[in-house]
């Protein structure tokens, strides 16, 4: 019985992801992390990192798996353009 509730917790765990996709100008744009930085993010797009996760990472580290999935996949969330940068006269969001 106990390792039945375990898995439903953990599997719980697993599904509450802390980092949410966001539109922005019409395009959607998903969170990423380790793992999945070069194809997922995007020079155009402001990224916060998601304290969350971290925090989940750190508390359920025995359990390998949510550790590994929240620093791979979830830990950066977009969050809005990036600002321009100085030498730009105008910034543009590049379409996918």
């Not at 380790?34 to 155009?44: D, G, I, L, Y």
């Amino acid at each position: 019985m106990k390792k039945l509730i375990a898995i439903c917790i953990i599997g719980t765990i697993l599904s509450l992801g802390c980092a949410h996709s966001r539109e922005i100008d019409g395009i959607k744009y998903e969170p990423y992390g380790v793992a999945t930085e070069f194809e997922k993010s995007n020079p155009e797009i402001e990224y916060q990192l998601v304290w969350g996760n971290i925090i989940w990472g750190v508390v359920l580290f025995n359990f390998i798996l949510p550790p590994l999935y929240v620093v791979g996949w979830s830990l950066y969330e977009p969050v809005g353009p990036a600002p321009c940068p100085v030498y730009r006269t105008t910034c543009e969001i590049p379409s996918k």
